[in-house]
């Protein structure tokens, strides 16, 4: 404790503008590294995906490493994220709901101003390209720093927190382990829950491990009929007439890019829609109510469902993409069958779909201790 | 009193004797004051000053080499294909194009003495691409280097050879073309889409496009080949471009019709391939030198 004050008083003191040539009173400097090694432990994420997924671009300027996951991890359930100590990231982020908001359609913020928006989830996400619904944030880092100041979720200010988190000393510690310095700010916070958002991975679900090993990790008939539904496209006479019966769902959820093609989509929930969607990022009209495609993965425990959460279970989505489909003027083309409302499964189709998204549902990853709560550093945290 | 902080999968960690071991570490603890001394001392610097965008040069180590840049154009009815933008086709109905992407593979250069030299194994060209942020931001040109000399034919692939249609798209980096963040890659079929076509059709003549289509071909047989004369002349250094075009219209009212108004949509179904064929003749029929 002794070397630690130490290390901040000199910090102090090198940063007030305190030069040995101006001032003959002052206390030896002392180095606030001279306490502490920064020697962080890289970690190589990519190992831990399954083969068959795409591969983590990492930036190159936030290399994951144990200490920044493990720094990551504090914050991201850290209540001193918020104004009033009451909110973390994790907050609205459940483990045990796939990382969305308990099952709510839309989050409330620490003012309890309820959002528009339903909190998605944290799967994979090194593997995505944009963030948010509508895409505005490019990276985990740059998509961490909006949460504080958004006046219906954290509703603080990047200073407060800075301030906040660098009076908590284990916490100075843990920022100098992973960035080599002791002042945190809101560019090392949210490196660090990014580096930690990246080790969120999820790969070991029924599917997955069927995928590796078929005959070790059979699925059921109804799952394996499910699956080739959610692989077709539906085909009929041009007369309503199935030919060939298929959920298409693979266009935008194929599954060689983890369930979701990380693109944006109008996919006919409203012949209008009130969220503007990319629209709000790109200034034009036609990308009205585009969304990002979630990944399905972990679908069984991340309801409710779509960018504003209307749909309360698998069945309701199931249902709408089936009947559902409204004209929306710019549905994406893949919607083809929007005319008929949609791919018309039978009743024994839609359990069979059903049956095959179950499969998705990675328990390993929900429970995963390391993706959980840690003990806190500061008392009284929850 | 020692700091202590404990994590789930973690053991108790007293800072303290942590510490204590730590600062024996003078060499290390030098080095790292030099680099908080060069992080103080570099705070001059202007942050807010961008960096340059990122140009994509021709490989000048080569030796003995010259440069050609290719570039891809595409119409529709004549026009420069916009993402959106209305065009009439054959049958005057209102078209709307949203997504026109393809692989242009195994290109040649043929010399005059009939040698031919790959000079590009692969690349995506994206005129419109309905996913992207910015589906008007267009990716149609790629440099290549060659040996300097005379030329008097290209050869190109629109689509894959079987051997790179049965490569496994997440070998390769993210920016690579046969990449999966492309978004071409067929899960079920294990094998890449070639030509992405897709938009809306005013079907009932009221001036809004109200169905849509969508064209995906795909499998070894849809790859289409075609030499396209052209002499080129290349001294050491030299920048020759070379621009190919082709025409949104003829890829459905080519030598072979495919109303997209009827036959809206092909992705794989080997029912349905002869859609694919037609898009594919028709496509290489239309691609031509400018």
Not at chain 1, 67 to 94: K, M
Not at chain 1, 116 to 124: K, L
Not at chain 2, 20 to 40: D, E, G, H, Q, W
Not at chain 2, 75 to 86: D, F, I
Request: glycine share 6%; hydrophobic share 35%; charged share 25%.
């Amino acid at each position: 404790m002794r070397y630690f004050l130490l290390s901040i008083l000199s910090l102090l003191l090198v940063f007030s503008g305190c030069r040995r040539d101006e001032c003959d009173n002052c206390p030896p400097a002392i180095d606030p590294t001279d306490t502490l090694v920064y020697d962080p432990t890289p970690v190589n994420l990519n190992e831990r995906l399954p083969s068959y997924l795409p591969r983590m671009d990492i930036p190159s300027d936030n290399p994951t490493t144990e200490e920044g996951i493990r720094f990551g991890r504090h914050l991201f359930y850290e209540p001193l994220l918020s104004a009033d100590g009451t909110q973390s990231c994790g907050s609205c982020h459940n483990q045990a709901w796939g990382f969305t908001d308990n099952g709510n359609a839309v989050s409330v913020g620490i003012d309890g101003i309820a959002g528009d928006r339903n909190s998605m989830q944290i799967i994979n996400a090194g593997l995505r390209r944009s963030f948010f619904w509508d895409g505005r944030s490019e990276s985990l880092e740059i998509q961490a720093l909006e949460p504080i100041n958004n006046p219906i979720e954290m509703h603080d200010t990047w200073p407060n927190v800075a301030d906040k988190l660098n009076e908590v000393e284990e916490y100075q510690v843990m920022n100098f382990e992973a960035f080599g310095t002791i002042t945190i700010d809101s560019n090392t916070v949210t490196k660090a829950i990014a580096q930690f958002e990246r080790s969120l991975i999820s790969g070991n679900s029924k599917y997955d491990r069927w995928k590796m090993d078929p005959i070790k990790y059979p699925m059921t008939p109804d799952e394996l009929a499910g699956r080739q539904l959610f692989f077709r496209d539906r085909e009929d006479d041009g007369n309503g007439n199935v030919i060939i019966s298929g959920a298409d769902c693979f266009h935008c959820h194929g599954d060689i890019t983890d369930f979701t093609d990380n693109r944006f989509h109008n996919n006919g929930l409203d012949i209008f829609s009130k969220d503007p969607g990319l629209l709000a990022v790109t200034g034009k009209e036609e990308d009205r109510g585009r969304f990002k495609t979630p990944t399905l993965r972990n679908i069984a425990v991340t309801a409710p469902f779509m960018h504003d959460g209307r749909f309360p279970n698998l069945d309701s989505v199931i249902n709408f993409y089936s009947e559902g489909l409204q004209p929306a003027p710019n549905i994406d083309p893949l919607m083809k069958n929007v005319g008929i409302g949609g791919v018309r499964l039978t009743d024994d189709e839609k359990r069979q779909l059903k049956a095959f998204l179950l499969t998705l549902t990675d328990e390993e990853f929900n429970n995963n201790p390391d993706y959980g709560p840690p003990t806190p550093v500061v008392a009284g945290q929850p | 009193m020692g700091v202590t902080f404990t994590d789930n999968h973690n053991d108790q960690i007293d800072v303290m004797k942590i510490q204590k071991m730590k600062r024996r570490n003078i060499a290390r603890n030098v080095i790292l004051l030099t680099l908080v001394a060069s992080v103080v001392f570099s705070c001059t610097k202007d942050d807010s000053e961008e960096c340059p965008a990122p140009v994509i040069p021709p490989d000048t180590n080569a030796v003995d080499s010259s440069y050609i840049l290719m570039n891809f154009d595409a119409t529709a009815a004549g026009e420069v294909l916009e993402w959106r933008k209305q065009y009439l086709d054959e049958l005057g109905r209102i078209n709307e194009n949203e997504q026109a992407v393809y692989y242009v593979s195994n290109v040649y250069l043929i010399s005059d003495d009939d040698q031919k030299t790959m000079i590009e194994d692969v690349q995506f060209i994206e005129h419109v691409d309905r996913g992207d942020l910015d589906p008007s931001e267009d990716r149609t040109m790629f440099y290549v280097t060659v040996a300097s000399g005379s030329y008097k034919a290209i050869e190109l692939t629109v689509g894959l050879n079987p051997e790179q249609n049965a490569s496994d798209p997440n070998s390769f980096p993210t920016d690579h073309p046969l990449s999966s963040s492309k978004g071409t890659y067929w899960d079920m079929s294990t094998a890449y889409r070639f030509v992405m076509i897709e938009g809306r059709i005013d079907t009932t003549g009221d001036g809004d496009p109200d169905e849509v289509y969508g064209f995906h071909t795909g499998y070894d047989q849809s790859a289409r080949t075609k030499t396209f004369t052209k002499t080129l002349d290349l001294s050491l250094n030299d920048t020759a471009r070379v621009d190919f075009t082709w025409e949104v219209n003829e890829v459905f009212f080519g030598d072979e019709t495919l109303d997209v108004a009827v036959e809206k949509t092909w992705h794989g179904e080997m029912s349905t391939y002869d859609r694919a064929e037609r898009i594919s003749n028709n496509f290489i029929k239309s691609l031509r030198l400018k």
